[in-house]
């Protein structure tokens, strides 16, 4: 068994890799609808889906969020919105292998069908059940609630990127259910159906280890790491291991 350290960029970079490595990112990519609703995380799959497409060039992140938790010097509102949002690039929608730039999940919700695919980020994880809940600031319950029509009302595909470090203790329905108590305040959260994708499933994916949490944090920008132990077969674990330096330097997340 073996051991790796990973940042909170380079496991952002990680599960991107993976799930644009996916079978059914593949064949969805060139004959269906993927639609990559922004976010941090999200960001680092988009650039990695669309430089399968020989797009990623054209695709810049740092403003591919709405929402965001920043440091108290940061002024965000309520919703965890910037006051200024100009340059927000609205999220990636691919149909038939074209990006269709400028286009936010909105605009195609309605025309998603099985077989199609959403890819929407989460705030919080509950690793042992795998489920996954989204913070809501919008009155009508924001992009989460638009792409539920499609996952429910016609089982498109919803895949959900988060990192470890978003793990918490506690039943995310009950933790829900407090937050839209009509004495509560701030946001709201909202717990979602859907394939659940952390560093975990990103490094078995990749290289075909078994991967388990065994420590987190750090200092010196190390702060929200996670240790991962791995193991696997001798080949495996050198596949693993070549993976994860190859994304281990990743720099820090930036808004400017």
Known sequence: MRQCVLTSSAG?????????????IKSTLCHGTIVIVAGTTNGYVAEEILNTLGEGNAFNRK???RGVTLPPEYKVTEAGRLPDERGFPGDVIIKDGV?????TISDVADELKEGDVIIKGANALDPVHKRAAVLVGHRQGGTMTIALQAVVGRRVHLILPV??????????DEIARLLIMPESEGLRLLPVPGEVFTEIEALSSLAGVTPELIAAGGVCAAEGSIRLAFSGTTEAESLAEQIIQSVAFEPRFTIS
């Open 99 to 103: 990006w269709q730039r400028g286009k």
């Open 163 to 172: 990192g470890l470090e978003k793990r918490i203790y506690g039943n995310l």
């Open 63 to 65: 403003r591919f969020f």
């Open 12 to 24: 952002k970079r990680l599960i991107g890799k993976a799930i644009a490595g996916l079978a059914v």
